[in-house]
């Protein structure tokens, strides 16, 4: 398994502000993911982080709302920009390790309000 | 289009009564089918991972098995810390993982 821990756990923002998030894994990793979770909602994926270039981001999701950074190949953030209540989610990393199992963080509990 | 569909919803269980989670699914190019655990306010847990029609995995109460369209989850003799949200996803031939939108169980004693 992997040990993925993030931060915040949780915060409360203003409508306007932005707030990065940490995901920091125990040992390197190759490929990272960056998912959300709405209230009620099963996990949608946000993009793949990986070391060395840009971050691929899936449809409907874009750059300039959630800029990620990947520098070495234990740590990613991921910023959530210009935020509304519609941001309003758990924001989960995941890992994927050998044989293709992916793991996930305890995720972050963002409120906007 | 990738989709992957759970049932059912929501499922209450007596402590002892043996039931079945369905996770049914089309993908171009699976890479495997997972499941996971998720409990309030945690991120999923990993579970299991199948990789060709035919395969089962099992931990303690829990038995997966996978055929070419579905993925059931099967648990036996439920306890009440059974209670939790299951995730059944499709990982695509990108790695990119595809989710269900879960099956919330209750256990009762």
């Known amino acids: 398994s992997a040990v993925i821990s993030q931060k915040p756990s949780r915060d409360i923002c203003q409508r306007g502000t932005s707030l990065t998030i940490q995901c920091q894994v125990d040992s390197q990793v190759t490929m990272m993911f960056w998912y959300r979770q709405q209230p009620g909602q099963s996990l949608t994926l946000i993009a793949t982080?990986?070391?060395?270039?840009?971050?691929?981001?899936e449809s409907g999701f874009v750059i300039d709302k959630f800029p990620i950074s990947r520098p070495n190949l234990t740590f990613s953030t991921l910023t959530v920009s210009n935020m509304s209540p519609e941001d309003s989610s758990i924001y989960l990393c995941?890992?994927?390790?050998?044989?293709?199992?992916?793991?996930f963080g305890p995720g972050t509990r963002l409120t906007v309000l | 289009e990738d989709q992957v569909t759970q049932s059912p919803e929501a499922l209450r269980l007596q402590e002892g009564e043996s039931s079945s989670l369905n996770c049914s699914y089309t993908?171009?190019?699976?890479?495997?089918l997972f499941w996971y655990r998720q409990d309030p306010g945690k991120g999923p847990e990993f579970l299991f991972t199948l990789y060709s029609a035919g395969e089962e995995k099992e931990k303690e109460r829990l038995k997966a098995t996978l055929t070419k369209k579905e993925s059931f989850l099967h648990i036996t003799a439920p306890k009440p810390e059974d209670s939790a949200t299951y995730l059944c996803?499709?990982?695509?031939?990108?790695?990119?993982?595809?989710f269900g939108q879960g099956t919330t169980l209750q256990v009762k004693p």
């Open positions: 982080a990986n070391q060395g270039s840009e971050a691929t981001y």
């Open positions: 996803a499709v990982q695509d031939n990108t790695g990119k993982l595809i």
């Open positions: 995941s890992v994927d390790r050998q044989y293709n199992e992916q793991f």
């Open positions: 993908v171009s190019g699976l890479r495997g």
